[in-house]
């Protein structure tokens, strides 16, 4: 990960185990989708200054299309954040980043929900 400024960047190194169609070779869709989730993750904590990790509320991924044997990049963007959700958007490319491979819109939970009113 490298953080610039409000702007975190990830790096998913290619390797052949994370393959998933050979024939192409594109890489899997779980290991770019988890890739997206954790460059996220990874900007919440560092924009918030979090403690704790992020829990995800909901995640939508699209795959624009195929992820090649190269180096995967991401970069996320804070769109929101509350006291207790945060919206997230992520984008993923190989070689241009004007030709992302895969996008992701997810929200977190950044804090913990209140328990009987008690505050804890």
């Known amino acids: 990960m490298h953080l610039s400024g409000d702007e ?8 052949d185990d994370i393959v ?11 290991a770019v989708g988890a890739f997206l989730e954790v460059v996220a993750a990874a900007s919440l904590i560092t ?12 995640v939508a991924i699209d795959y624009l299309r ?7 990049f991401a970069r996320a963007q804070v769109a ?10 992520v984008e993923a490319w190989q070689g241009r ?3 992302p491979v895969a996008t992701l819109h997810g929200h ?9 009113g008690s505050g804890e």
């Open 8 to 15: 975190l960047t990830g790096v998913l190194p290619f390797r």
């Open 20 to 30: 998933g169609n050979p024939l192409i070779p594109a890489l899997h869709g779980g």
């Open 47 to 58: 924009s918030q200054e979090l403690s704790r990790l992020p829990k995800p509320i909901n």
């Open 66 to 72: 195929p992820a090649r044997a190269h180096d995967v």
């Open 80 to 89: 929101r954040s509350g006291r207790r959700v945060a919206n997230v958007r």
């Open 97 to 99: 980043r004007g030709k």
């Open 108 to 116: 977190f939970l950044i804090a913990p929900a209140l328990r009987g």
